[in-house]
Nanobody
Framework: QVQLVESGGGLVQAGGSLRLSCVAS????????MGWFRQVPGKERQFVGG????????YYSDSGKGRFTISRDNAKNTLFMQMNCLKPGDTAIYYC?????????????????WGQGTQVTVSS
């Protein structure tokens, strides 16, 4: 069982930046993909971006493309997401997730492990 713990959320003004981190409780194998989703009340979790842990290949939804950058630190079992040029529409709870496959998927149902989430609030 992989446990994921996010940090780095907070309140930021529009145009600002935040860096989210997600520490995995055990070494993430090369056969894993990890990603970030976000959710606002009353809506489904939305895919933001993901990474093939082994190759470092990344894929982003339109909401994250060009502004968000996902990376990982193998030695520290840590996933990051640098978020720049934040907008009020980015306000959500952001979740770190992992799946027992190296293929990045965009559906939440495809992922096996989830963190508890971290709140990101962007003020106008």
């Amino acid at each position: 069982q992989v446990q994921l713990v996010e940090s780095g959320g907070g309140l930021v003004q529009a145009g600002g930046s935040l860096r989210l981190s997600c520490v995995a409780s055990e070494r993430t194998s090369s056969n894993y993909a990890m990603g970030w989703f976000r959710q606002v009340p009353g809506k489904e979790r939305q895919f933001v971006g993901g990474i093939n842990w082994s190759s470092g290949w990344t894929y982003y939804s339109d909401s994250g493309k060009g502004r968000f950058t996902i990376s990982r630190d193998n030695a520290k079992n840590t996933l990051f997401m640098q978020m720049n040029c934040l907008k009020p529409g980015d306000t959500a709870i952001y979740y770190c997730t992992a799946r027992r496959s190296a293929v990045v998927r965009t559906a939440a149902s495809e992922y096996d492990y989830w963190g508890q989430g971290t709140q990101v609030t962007v003020s106008s």
